[in-house]
């Protein structure tokens, strides 16, 4: 059976590509990071809750804390404070993490050349998104280019971005036609037990769900 290593952070993005490679009947290795964010402990059980829902029986658990002694973004340095209600700024927001999707794919290069995955899926979006560099389609493309330039010549891979293009309400309405355990996931960058609905990523989460019409099924404050 053709493998996908698919990068699942717990949140909706991430859940649904997952979905979707099962969905192109490909065996699926689960790939997560920790790295001393601040909804750590959250985002590990979805992610644990995702693998169960797709029954993946290959996961990967790597401690990447040494993106929180890099810092310089408020998600893993606590003396920052986490912008709310400023989705529609232009400016690059203190949430994003320098370089983080550069260092999840390296990383992941080298775990799909051992497991010998033909693909590599990660959900980023580019269209409806808070800006972030590493999500855009020409990072991708060079990210794409590198993996494969810097591993074995026996091997080959893709990297797959099936929402880049995306709005958040055409993400949010895919995976509810995908039956996606969207219960099990969580986008809050600052809160555990309810989401805060205020930082960009639940503000981006909320637009999707409202300008469908359907009720978010997670708790927010």
């Known amino acids: ?14 859940t649904l590509c997952a979905y979707l490679a099962k969905k192109e009947k490909y065996d699926i ?9 601040r909804t750590m402990r959250k985002e590990r059980e979805c ?10 029986k290959n996961k990967y658990i790597l401690d990447v804390s040494f993106i929180a002694d890099i810092g310089n973004n408020s998600l893993t340095d606590f003396n920052l404070t986490i912008p709310k209600n400023e989705l529609h700024k232009n400016e690059l927001p203190n ?9 999840f794919l390296s990383i992941a290069g080298a ?6 995955c033909e693909s590599i899926f990660i959900g980023v979006v580019q269209e409806d998104s808070s800006g ?3 999500c855009s389609q020409n990072f991708i493309q060079d990210a794409n280019k590198f993996i494969n330039s810097g591993t074995s010549k026996n091997f080959k891979t893709q990297i797959k971005t099936p929402l880049i293009k995306l709005s958040k309400a055409q993400i949010v309405a895919l995976a509810i ?3 996606v355990a969207l219960k099990y996931t969580w986008s809050c960058y600052e809160k555990e037990d309810k989401a805060c609905g205020k930082c960009d990523s639940c503000l981006l989460r909320l637009k999707g769900f409202n300008e469908i019409g359907i009720k978010d099924e997670i708790e927010y404050e």
């Not at 689960?30 to 001393?36: E, I, K, P, T």
């Not at 949430?95 to 260092?103: L, S």
């Open 111 to 116: 775990i799909a050349e051992k497991e010998n």
């Open 29 to 37: 290795i689960a790939l997560h990071f920790d790295y001393n964010q």
């Open 1 to 14: 059976m053709k493998k996908a290593l698919c990068i699942i952070s717990g949140g909706m993005d991430s």
């Open 95 to 103: 949430t994003y993490v320098p370089f983080r999707n550069g260092i």
């Open 132 to 134: 972030y560099p590493d």
């Open 47 to 56: 992610f644990e809750k995702i693998c169960k829902e797709l029954d993946v």
């Open 177 to 179: 036609q995908e039956n």
